[in-house]
């Protein structure tokens, strides 16, 4: 199950200066609730660090939380993105969430988050 | 035959952000109007969803409409964005068509639409 | 619908020599027989004449009569090869057909005929 | 859980007729036994029918069940093979399995059977 | 020879929208004013439509008029805009043409149109 | 007008080594005899000396001459092998055509030629 | 070990114009300090010289420091950051560091450097 | 040697049109002044004519010219653009030097010239 | 340094059918005996289990333990074949190194083990 | 100049074992005795060393000897395999130079050696 507790983080090693950090996870899968099938994505976190950078093992728990959950995809990359936000505290953060084709067709949910 | 009737919605999950989402389907066909030859290309769909978003199985059927259909590209782009857009009533939509080669020559058409 | 009398052929201009000809068309859609929904491949055509060639634009409309046709794609390769082998009667003649995407599953079919 | 006997058959459409089909699925994971992470890859069938052909939702969803099975690369691949061959009972078949990396390392599996 | 009295339009399906057409001609041949050899390339038409749209045969066989005409490439291309642009009274059109290697030196000329 | 007098050759500088030579033309454009339209695609030339090589500039010009003949693939290959295999002599010669999409489908043809 | 003074500079050959110099080494490796392992990446300088470009044959001695160093990804580049920007006080320079995957995960830093 | 003086022009077919030509030139080879070792790379040079073109013919003797000439990558992309620049007379030029790897290392230099 | 003891096996899961792993190591580096400086590559490990099968972390830690160890290329290739061979006891079993250029030139390495 | 005597061979590592090394520089550069300029390629170089192995530094120098020697390709490539054969004695070895377009038709030239 999708736990936002299990996220650590650690400290920014340069906290003066504005930087941008891209991690990007192309194994996420989830179930989908209407058909009871797995979906399969890549998850691309991209972030400007304030006081507290995403430890990445712990990232990588989190995002395996979803493999047996049921969840919309345009409802999966706002939850990861909440629940990130909220624990990085970022000057800025786009989450993107590329699913694989189902019926032919492809999708794609971008967000974005401005802390203040 | 193409019928918006068919497009269904859901309720946008996440309302107060203002994210993206983008469809792509590359099964694609209608016929040419002038040759009676059937023409192929790819659909992309992006779109910042305001109070709805567009159901993927329903998209596809009403995409699957415009198989047996003798229309123009341009104004099969044209009409895609005017049947979704007032479905969905987004706040930004684009739509790009991708033709396939016909006499060696490539087409594309993109639209963009602009909610209040 | 499929109709294998629309097939023509013209004459092998160079009979004494053996040579290969290679034809591939990535526009061919057929009807799945089960979901009723469209199916999209490829189909590759290689044989080496022997009296006969086919007739590039009356293959293009024999191909185009699966459009609306329900059919497996293992029944479908192996009729395509049917077809044209027996008008046609090649030394050799190999047709593939490599299906997208369905269920995330990619299929393909590839069949051989050996000529008297 | 891994259940052959959710595996089903249709009759070959072209039993006289030695012809090769190859499914194609890039959307496979299991759970590695040791460290209790997801593994992810893509599992490819290639075989020639005698008088039976797999059909492939039950194929897809056979593979599903190694969703949480907690399995090495070597022994699943030899194990699809078992369960599939077994079911099908092919001319020939050949199932490799490509997983993604792991410390930086790339594993692939190949295996072949020969029917009587 | 180039014609422009060839090229042909249809009426703008959409005329209140804003909106883009590209179209990609790859087989482009003219030749060469000094040496006397054939020069090929891909011509790039991409343009936002006010009351006209090009006919795309008739575009096809305009620029099968450069196919035997001895010009150089930043004239070609400068005067396809001028032909183009006056019989379709766009909004926008940029057209450029790509031309393959001459000497080990590849060399592309871009232009634009602004209407009124 | 296609000449095979145009071809030059020079003697092998190696004659009493194997060697293969490929040349690549990539620029090859004719007329369909049935349509009047140019047809476009890519000649392949690979063989074994004997006592002659192929000169290049002359190879290019002939190739040139088919600019404006009337000429369907099959005997074109076919044409291209005959003249160049009759002045240059070599032990072994393969000759590819490759054009590109008409009505959406690509052909290839290939011939090859054995020396005494 | 990681040494700023082995890096050396020679003298911009053009101080008078705003120029760009992009370097990329693909063959950048540390250690992690958490699991002792080795991490490998690129590391892209693009910079606008000042009075002082860097020599090249000394930053990839530099770079080769961080061998056998025990450092975090987001340590690494802000730190190679702080060394070459301190010693070649560009105009502006950039700095990403390209990581490989890590349990699937791949990682990118980007830091910016403005001059006075 | 470097002889600014090869450089030809010829009149710009359509001088009141503001509009780019991008010309390649990927054979670039001079000689590291340093270990006297020969280096490649490929010339970018893309400009907006005013009154003058570059002959492409010239600029090819022109580059050439720089084959047995050692000279670092900075100082030639800029000697380049002002060798070009000074003859052209463009109303804007950028040159853009890509080197091939050397100990493993790619460099780049852009520059850029603003006429009056 | 490079130690065969550290090499793990398992016992093969599936020993009466001939089957292929094949095992791809991309961060490969050792340090050039003749210059100090660090080599990359990847290391292509592809073998017919018998009895053994290789364990995949100890492969990774054997491997790394060419990082600071002087060697060239055919030898490297040479012994990484002599440990595992002689530890897996394979049926059959092909290494191939590929190297990054050095000097601009790319090396490879390619040695085969037949088992009795 | 070319001088053979400039390659250097060392011991084969592993005399026992019959392997593969493969050497690729792509930037070789000679001379065209017709035209006066420049050729560029690519010379891959596949032998199985019998006592010798060619040395890597002493290659690229000797390579580097054809930069201004005037020479068609098939005697470059031929008299490459004489030079390097006749110093390294293999027990065999592959040469392929594979030039540049010219007149936009690209030319390859492959050699064997057998050794006793």
């Known amino acids: 199950m999708v736990?936002?507790?299990i996220l650590e983080t650690f400290e920014n090693p340069c906290p003066k200066r504005d930087y941008e950090?891209?991690?990007v996870q192309p194994?996420?899968?989830s179930v989908c609730p209407k058909t009871g099938h797995p979906?399969?994505?890549?998850?691309?976190?991209?972030y400007h660090p304030k006081?507290?950078?995403?430890?990445?093992?712990?990232l990588k728990i989190y995002l395996q939380g979803y493999r047996n959950e049921g969840i919309f995809y345009e409802r999966a990359v706002n939850r990861i993105m909440d629940d990130i936000s909220s624990v990085v505290e970022p000057?800025?953060?786009e989450i993107?969430?590329?699913?694989?084709?189902r019926g032919g067709i492809t999708t794609s949910v971008k967000v974005q988050y401005q802390g203040e």
Do not use: H
Not at 51 to 58: D, G, H, I, N, R
């Open 27 to 29: 194994e996420f899968t």
């Open 91 to 93: 000057k800025f953060m």
């Open 21 to 23: 950090v891209l991690i």
């Open 96 to 101: 993107i969430g590329r699913f694989t084709a």
């Open 39 to 46: 979906d399969f994505g890549t998850i691309e976190i991209r």
């Open 51 to 58: 006081e507290k950078c995403v430890e990445l093992k712990s």
């Open 3 to 5: 736990d936002k507790n």
